[in-house]
């Protein structure tokens, strides 16, 4: 059976003097174990260990909730609301592989059931047949519209096809799955860009916003990812899949902390009704097992 990061922390406690120097060393390497980053978990060890020195904080509970207070402010949660009667667009950005096109499906059920009238998919990785006959299969199992166009044809312009539907119907939610093929990132970059000027002039005001999907097990991995991604276009927050037994889910805060990226929507299995809103306070509890 599989042990979770948050019973490892627990088992740090166990017959230990929860004061030493050492102990501290083992909480900072199993912050690292749980992707939080080495500098930073470096700095949240130090922080800890003095306030636990000045407030004469001992025994597990209080130094879980002190390592708690110091670990919330990089936990950034966002609600990313639609707009009524607007023609809203969220971009799906990431590597291949996270999940991507699973979770525009998942974003996409999730509005419908929400109340949303107009809800389309859009197939804008052009490059991958895969991608295209996999969103078209989501969206007949789901009964959401898909825009697609035929392979290699120009991602931008399905986007524009699919804003366009939406405004005709009064209005709505396009989910654009993209590319991401980073092994060459400067056409990635290019293509990116130019969905991203298309997005920008066919969205309402305020009614765009380019969401990050990131797999929670891969660890620092993400934050490089967060940081690629986000150079070439800005990302204003991340989906999180894979939020199971195997994720460690630090790397959350680390991208909270070195980009400030919020976290949106959580993906914790395989079904199309997995997904949640993320909550940082149940998150970071549930990261440190309190």
Not at 134 to 140: A, K
Request: glycine share 10%.
């Amino acid at each position: 059976m599989k042990v979770s990061f948050a019973e490892k922390i627990k088992s740090l406690f166990s017959g230990r003097n929860a004061e030493s120097e050492a102990f501290f060393d083992d909480l900072g390497d199993a912050l690292i174990e749980g992707d939080v980053g080495a500098k930073f978990a470096m700095e949240l060890i130090d922080s800890l260990e003095e306030s636990c020195r000045k407030e004469k904080i001992s025994g597990q509970k209080e130094i879980l909730l002190k390592l708690k207070e110091l670990i919330m402010p990089f936990a950034k949660e966002i609600r990313l609301p639609i707009q009524a009667g607007k023609t809203n667009i969220w971009m799906l950005l990431g590597v291949n592989g996270v999940g991507k096109t699973t979770s525009a499906a998942k974003l996409a059920l999730m509005q419908k059931n929400s109340g949303l009238q107009n809800v389309i998919l859009c197939a804008s990785d052009t490059f991958r047949a895969a991608a295209v006959s996999q969103l078209e299969s989501h969206g007949e199992k789901l009964g959401i519209r898909v825009v697609a166009h035929q392979m290699g044809s120009d991602p931008a312009a399905v986007v524009f096809d699919a804003a366009d539907s939406a405004r005709a119907h009064g209005g709505g939610l396009v989910i654009a799955d993209t590319a991401g093929r980073l092994h060459n990132k400067e056409n990635l970059v290019r293509e990116l860009e130019k969905i991203d000027r298309v997005c920008s002039e066919k969205a309402d005001d305020s009614c765009y916003k380019k969401l990050l999907v990131l797999d929670a097990t891969t660890g620092q991995n993400a934050l490089r990812q967060a940081e690629v991604f986000n150079e070439a276009v800005g990302v204003d927050a991340l989906v999180l899949t894979k939020c199971d037994s195997s994720a460690k889910g630090g790397v959350a805060f680390s991208i909270g902390k070195a980009l400030g990226i919020p976290t949106a929507f959580v993906c914790t299995g395989e079904g199309y009704s997995d997904i949640g809103f993320f909550d940082a306070e149940k998150y970071v509890d549930g990261f440190l097992g309190l």
